[in-house]
């Protein structure tokens, strides 16, 4: 089949030279992945495709008709043949027998395993009777912006036979209905009264689109959805009206910087019950929302798609403050007093919603904060997470735009995404936008189905919601802290002197924890302004700052051994001043977050109280470091906590043992080696020459000192501050004294 409609948004990427050499099931994942690739046409984990297809039954050989269907939690756009769930169709639909109404509606999931076909793990979706009881062999449910702004339309109904006449569309009006068992008898229902009907929208929800094939499924699907973008777009064009009632504010002058003394504030207090990590946004279409005049009226109403509403939650938080006057200070209490009245109303929410048998209330704090004249500030428990909230919510945007130019000035008396599970009375409406019902709200986000799916969730890392900035993160001990860090879960910065260096370790660190955990960034600690830049980027990047390490240091040398002043006063600068510039200007950022248990780590050396001959410099200098550790966390107490490490010599990956001082080192203790032995031959004799000096005899690995880091730094050392913990191999010249 191909389409005669002309498609003027959207693309026809379905390739037959592809799908020709597809079997069924993977040419239902090539459907999907087509779909999700387009987030115009469902947002990241948001709507369900399935067929029926036949399959050979290993119990009796026969052939049987399989449902496939995309299992719970699962993204069309990256979904794999192992992400759907298989059911006997036949089973499926006997499950009506055993249906007892609505107020039970839920028992029925428990059913779904009962129908698996081939012992398949990969758990059904709420969605999956949606999809078995349409008499199709292939549908799509998906949530586009323009198909929800016309879900979501008080005139959507009208609007919606007005779309069919003008497109030749034959698409149904189901009311409002939360996603399960009653969802599917009404759909069956709506296709039983319609004969030849081509689609189906569900109130404040999203489409249903089907066909005989997959190819024609898809075609389907795709040319409804550029029809109702068109549709929308002749109704702006033809009203001419500014959106959301046109530009109440203009954006701040300053409108970066200001974003980015605004984040950390704005995490610390979203982040008072939990860590979240934050994305900020200032698109166009994000700034003509929170400019304009409706903004705070259709924000305070909330979304009205279920798959936005999660993770937005129930509303944003919108701030009001003077934009045009720039007071910054007076919009820092805004922000303070807004998150107040935020907390407050979620509560309220709750009580006037939860019964008995309701989960704990959660996080009452937002995961969307809205500023005019700056943007949109989102969050979540990681980057990619925070990231897709703020999708989401662009998304709601854009349905909330789209409602308005469907309006025409007049509310119906009785809302069509009314019905059985909710009457007009409870929909709230501004300006053609009908929102979600807050107790139809609280029903999805308090779901016993959604609770079950949230402890379902791997436990966290001990890591995890957190942000690390490693400096000196390029090698060595640096190096080992960004990999362990990434393993348990930390989102990482990775600040060195040249961006190659931290280009590379942060990949190291993606391929561990994901291509949104970590970072590369330059840093000069001898610059407050470079160290500030950096510090800069790790809240653009990730929303603040948690743990600052410091692994950064130098040790001079000279062919003669001689040690310049102006050597002397470098060695200084960097290994005691710049730890003191550093820990100054991450302190700035601790501050503005306020959240008890940020910390700073910095790397001293068991030189600090074992003097020798030739490294008076280096040994002052590392003294003076500790010092500074104990005076610091004296500061910076009570929210930050300020620790050390004091390793001994470290010789495997560090930039201070270049091939010419080890062999200078390994001459000066007369051991024994060739000059074309490779560096890591030589420094591993150096290595173990010093470990034989120590109580371990165990050569000390960058490793140990990653632990040794993160363990003080982390969660697991909250009372400890003030300490250097010795990484030295048992060294007894270094101890306590």
Known sequence: MESTAKLKFLEDRWDDAVASKLDPAELLRYRSNLLGSDLRLT???????????????????????????????????????????????DKLLALVKRYRGVELEDEMVAMYPLCTFNNNPT???????????????????????????????????????QFNAEFGHKIVWV???????????????????????????????????????????????????????????????????????????????????????????????????QRLIGTFSDKEDVLEFVNSEFAKKLAHLGTSCPDHFIRTKIRPMYVEWDVKGGDVEGLKKAIASTLETYRKEYAQYY???ALPESPKMRDPNPTVVLVPGVGMFSFGKNKAESRITGEFYTNAIHVMGGAGQLGE?????????????????????????????????????????????IQRQPPEKELSRRIVMVVGGASGIGRETVLLAAQRGAHIVVADLTQEGADKVAAEAQAIGGKEAAIGVTIDIRNREKIREALNKAVAAFGGLDILVNTAAIFPSSPTGAISDAQWGTTLEINVTANWLLGDEANKVFKA??????????????NAVV???????????????????????????????????????????????????????????????????????????????????????????????????????????PVTSGHLIPVDGGLPEAFLR
């Open 43 to 89: 947002n990241f984990g948001g709507g369900n495709t399935s067929s029926k297809l036949d399959e050979i039954d290993p119990l009796t050989g026969d052939t049987v008709k399989v449902l496939w269907v995309k299992g719970s939690g699962g993204d069309l756009g990256s979904i794999k043949r192992a992400g759907f769930a298989t059911l006997y169709l």
């Open 123 to 161: 758990p059904a979706s709420i969605d999956t009777p949606l999809h078995g009881y349409l008499p199709f062999p292939h549908v799509d449910h998906l949530h586009p912006d323009w198909g929800i702004a016309l879900a979501a339309s008080a005139n959507g109904k009208e609007k919606m036979e």
């Open 175 to 273: 009311p409002w209905q939360r996603p399960g068992f009653e969802l599917g008898m009404m759909l069956v229902k709506a296709v039983a009264d319609n004969p030849g009907c081509d689609g189906i929208v569900l109130g404040g929800h999203g489409l249903f689109t089907w066909g005989e094939t997959q190819r024609e499924s898809y075609l389907n699907t795709v040319t409804i959805i550029d029809q109702i973008g068109q549709f929308i777009e002749a109704h702006n064009l033809k009203k001419g009206a500014p959106a959301f009632g046109g530009a109440k504010h203009t954006n701040h002058a300053e409108r970066e910087a200001l974003a980015a003394q605004l984040m950390p504030i704005i995490r610390g207090g979203v982040s008072q019950k």
């Open 351 to 353: 009580s006037n919603h």
């Open 409 to 453: 000035g007049k509310c119906p008396p009785v809302l069509p995404q009314s019905g059985p599970a909710a009457d007009t009375s409870a929909f709230a409406t501004e300006e053609n936008y009908v929102a979600l019902p807050p107790s139809e709200a609280f029903r999805i986000e308090y779901w016993a189905l959604e609770e079950a799916k």
């Open 593 to 606: 977050q306020g959240l008890q248990g940020s910390s700073i780590v910095l790397t001293s050396s068991a």
């Open 611 to 717: 003097p020798k001959k030739g490294s008076e410099v280096y040994d002052i200098s590392k003294a003076a470091l500790s010092h500074l550790v104990r005076e610091l966390a004296i500061t910076f107490s009570p929210d930050v906590r300020v620790n050390g490490i004091s390793p001994a010599t470290v010789v495997k990956g560090s930039t201070m043992f270049p091939r010419d001082r080890v062999k200078a080192s390994l001459a000066k203790y007369n051991i024994a080696f060739e000059e074309n032995d490779s560096d890591d031959d030589l420094r591993d004799k150096l290595a173990e020459f010093y470990a034989r000096r120590t109580l371990t005899h165990v050569p000390i690995d960058p490793k140990d000192n990653a632990e040794a880091i993160l363990f003080i730094g982390g969660p697991k050392a």
